[in-house]
């Protein structure tokens, strides 16, 4: 069976200096320095110790931010493994999991890891998610990304609570990476929706892809169930120094706020100058575009900014084939980039 799996391939982390690196969705901007100091003091003081294996201090102050219990909110050491956890937990039932064709590769690899079915639902013009068209005669549950990856294209609250209407006795998993970025979180739709699991991550609107740290928020039953894992595999899967770093950085909502509306603000005007020099630009509500230039191959275009020094990503997927999808980094950042392009568009 491990022979068979084709692991998830993450962006490139070259060890090269001098890079323009858009290729990873990270943060372009630190982390708050409460973070640090946070981080800073909790290595002075008791690393001989075990961590919290239930990071209270962290999911009660997530739960009041979120107006939820603190039982309702689920710790793990990156989104990724608790998107792990989740597949694992709610998924294995035999029949397919439903999800769009375009969306976060490692859905695919976690349901090739534990033999769960998927049935692939095409995107619809646009490269945007039809929620009526996930569905299926059998399912396990659905799972998508909202905004949506690569394309950065996100669904309204609405259009998430269709979806959770039609599949009333399936769990919903929302997948919210990039929802601080101009996203409408579901997290509001928890009390009411006992199938909904909404995921995020601090690793792109908190700066901190570094520290390792994601989060599930959900009725006690789906949030059991995460836990019965989370303990049957590593009870102790976040240390002190990222339960710290993060703790502060759920605490300093005003730096939060001010690194995220930078990103935005970056993000628009990056779109109007690429739409400037030709690019098809899909609309975003990350931190990240999803562009094409009709008169440029896109792999080639991706080569010629590598040897550039600028990184941006490719897939090779044949629906998106002919985009990039390009971080949103700082102002110089982006002047860089675009530097780049005009010289290579001519």
Same mark, same amino acid.
């Given at each position: 069976?491990?022979?068979?799996?084709?692991?998830?391939?993450?962006?490139?982390?070259?060890?090269?200096?001098? #890079?323009?690196?858009?290729?990873?969705?990270?943060?372009?901007?630190?982390?708050?320095?409460?973070?640090?100091?946070?981080?800073?003091?909790?290595?002075?003081?008791?690393?001989?110790?075990?961590?919290?294996?239930? &990071?209270?201090?962290?999911?009660? %102050?997530?739960a009041?931010?979120?107006?939820?219990?603190? *039982?309702? !909110?689920?710790?793990?050491?990156? &989104?990724?493994?608790?998107?792990?956890?989740?597949?694992?937990a709610?998924?294995?039932?035999? @029949?397919?999991?439903v999800?769009? *064709? !375009?969306?976060?590769? /490692?859905?695919?690899?976690?349901? $090739?890891?534990?033999?769960?079915?998927?049935?692939?639902?095409?995107?619809?013009?646009?490269?945007?998610?039809?929620?009526?068209?996930?569905?299926?005669?059998?399912?396990?549950?659905?799972?998508?990304?909202?905004?949506?990856?690569?394309? $950065?294209?996100?669904?309204? +609250?609405?259009?998430? %609570?269709?979806?959770?209407?039609?599949?009333?006795?399936?769990?919903?998993?929302?997948?919210?990476?990039?929802?601080? /970025?101009?996203?409408?979180?579901?997290?509001?739709?928890?009390?009411?929706?006992?199938?909904?699991?909404?995921?995020?991550?601090l690793?792109k &609107?908190?700066?901190?892809?570094?520290?390792?740290?994601?989060?599930a928020?959900?009725?006690?039953?789906?949030?059991?169930? #995460?836990?019965?894992?989370?303990?049957?595999?590593?009870?102790?899967?976040?240390?002190?120094l990222?339960?710290?770093?993060?703790?502060?950085?759920?605490?300093?909502?005003?730096?939060?706020?001010?690194?995220? @509306?930078?990103?935005?603000?970056?993000?628009?005007?990056? !779109?109007?100058?690429? %739409?400037?020099?030709?690019?098809? !630009?899909?609309?975003?509500?990350a931190?990240?575009?999803?562009?094409?230039?009709?008169?440029?191959?896109?792999?080639?275009?991706?080569?010629?900014?590598?040897?550039?020094?600028?990184?941006?990503?490719?897939?090779?997927?044949?629906?998106?084939?002919?985009?990039?999808?390009?971080?949103?980094?700082?102002?110089?950042?982006?002047?860089? +980039?675009?530097?780049?392009?005009?010289?290579?568009l001519?």
């Amino acid at each position: 069976m491990v022979a068979g799996l084709v692991p998830y391939v993450p962006g490139e982390q070259p060890k090269l200096v001098k #890079l323009t690196k858009l290729n990873t969705n990270e943060n372009p901007y630190p982390p708050s320095p409460q973070v640090v100091a946070a981080i800073q003091t909790a290595a002075e003081q008791g690393l001989q110790l075990y961590p919290d294996p239930e &990071s209270v201090a962290l999911r009660t %102050e997530i739960a009041r931010q979120y107006g939820l219990q603190m *039982d309702q !909110v689920f710790i793990g050491n990156s &989104s990724d493994e608790v998107l792990a956890h989740a597949f694992f937990a709610l998924f294995q039932q035999g @029949a397919p999991l439903v999800m769009p *064709d !375009v969306t976060y590769s /490692f859905y695919q690899v976690y349901c $090739g890891l534990y033999g769960i079915p998927m049935h692939i639902v095409p995107l619809a013009e646009g490269l945007r998610v039809d929620v009526e068209m996930l569905t299926a005669p059998e399912l396990a549950g659905v799972v998508i990304a909202n905004p949506n990856a690569p394309t $950065g294209i996100g669904l309204p +609250l609405a259009q998430i %609570e269709r979806l959770l209407q039609i599949h009333p006795q399936h769990a919903v998993l929302v997948d919210e990476a990039y929802v601080d /970025f101009g996203g409408e979180s579901a997290v509001g739709l928890i009390a009411r929706y006992p199938n909904l699991l909404v995921t995020q991550t601090l690793s792109k &609107s908190r700066s901190l892809a570094g520290l390792r740290v994601g989060l599930a928020c959900g009725q006690r039953p789906l949030i059991e169930a #995460l836990e019965r894992v989370k303990n049957s595999f590593n009870s102790y899967p976040l240390g002190r120094l990222a339960q710290a770093g993060a703790l502060a950085a759920f605490e300093d909502q005003a730096y939060f706020a001010q690194t995220c @509306a930078a990103v935005v603000h970056s993000r628009e005007g990056l !779109v109007l100058q690429l %739409e400037d020099m030709g690019f098809e !630009v899909l609309p975003s509500q990350a931190n990240f575009v999803f562009a094409r230039q009709p008169q440029f191959d896109a792999a080639e275009l991706a080569a010629q900014l590598r040897a550039r020094a600028v990184l941006v990503r490719h897939f090779k997927q044949a629906r998106i084939a002919q985009y990039l999808r390009i971080s949103v980094g700082t102002p110089a950042q982006c002047d860089t +980039l675009l530097e780049a392009l005009a010289a290579i568009l001519g």
